[in-house]
């Protein structure tokens, strides 16, 4: 009998090899958070005292589930935002171009800089960009914060300018920036070369780099602050007052959603980058290269199916 249960341990340890040789594995590594990263839910503005944890990202490789509602995205990827594991997705890995949704990269550099109420003078050379512009006017002078709030409502292209030169001196210089930053949240494939995501021969990421980077944006109290908004009123240097209308569509919409950062270019396609909140679960989906209209459609689809899985206990791999 003893060789007999033996044998039918040997055989069920086989099978469980084979099982893990044909499934993929999901695992999650911490990184170590930068001054601005924060918990989840925290009211902290980000230029302040850290309320920091480790971010907890995915490792390849990936858990895909195959299934959830179609999307028409070239490339997508969605996260459970707590863990950082993986849902659904599909051609993540990618190279392609990403468009504004590289803003977030942008405003997580300004943001480690800090000192958000530092007044900054707009030059002729910033405001010399197309086609989404706040319309600055050299000689002008803001606080990084407005510039900021006002950068990811409304993806003004000109205002992206304005930050990368008062942060490092030159496009160039704070594209190195973005970069190394890009490195440090263990995104592995991905070059940036300027801070507001206009088509320019080099430049690329992907959907899992780019959910890098969401998971990053998520936890940082000013970020998270900014992408809820559906408005923000932006104040001129002559005095008079804008409402600008914040240019994610599911706000007001997808009642769970609470931001994140939108990108249109000819070469890019539509893309998205959207979170959303329900019930204690939180979820982060990348969307790239969609060429239909339908990209809001997917991604209020995609993220309720997410979190209707959360809450089920389903569709997440264990952490081996």
């Known amino acids: 009998m003893m060789k007999f249960t033996q044998l039918l341990m040997t055989a069920a340890a086989a099978w469980s090899l084979v099982s893990c040789a044909s499934n993929p594995v999901v695992k999650a590594i911490p990184v170590a958070p930068s001054p601005t990263q924060y918990l989840a839910g925290s009211t902290a503005e980000g230029d302040g005292h850290p309320l920091a944890q480790n971010v907890m990202l995915p490792e390849s490789p990936m858990l895909v589930v195959s299934s959830g509602p179609p999307i028409r995205a070239a490339s997508y990827l969605m996260l459970d935002a707590r863990s950082g594991q993986h849902l659904a997705g599909r051609s993540f890995e990618t190279a392609r171009a990403v468009a504004s ?47 900021l709030y006002a950068f990811l409502v409304k993806s003004c292209n000109d205002i992206a300018n304005v930050l990368a030169r008062d942060n490092a001196g030159s496009i160039s210089a704070f594209a190195a920036k973005m970069n190394a930053k890009a490195r440090s949240l263990g995104c592995t494939n991905s070059n940036f070369k300027n801070p507001h995501g206009l088509t320019v021969p080099g430049q690329y990421s992907t959907a899992r780099d780019m959910a890098r980077v969401a998971m990053a944006a998520y936890r940082n109290g000013t970020v998270r602050d900014v992408v809820r908004r559906k408005y923000y009123t932006f104040h001129r240097a002559d005095g008079r007052s804008v409402t600008l209308e914040n240019t994610n569509d599911l706000l007001g919409v997808m009642p769970e959603c609470n931001g994140m950062k939108t990108g249109y270019t000819v070469a890019s396609g539509r893309c998205l980058i959207s979170s959303a909140a329900s019930g204690g679960r939180e979820v982060i989906l990348v969307q790239l290269g969609t060429k239909t209209k339908y990209i809001w459609d997917d991604a209020r689809e995609m993220m309720s199916w997410g979190l209707r899985r959360l809450r089920s206990g389903g569709g997440v791999a264990m952490l081996w």
Request: hydrophobic content about 45%; aromatic content about 2%.
């Open 101 to 147: 949704t590289q803003k977030l990269v942008t405003a997580l550099v300004v943001l480690d800089a800090g000192n958000l109420d530092k007044m900054v003078r707009v030059q002729s050379s910033d405001v010399a960009v197309e086609p989404t512009r706040m319309g600055l006017k050299p000689g002008e002078v803001y606080s990084r914060r407005a510039l």
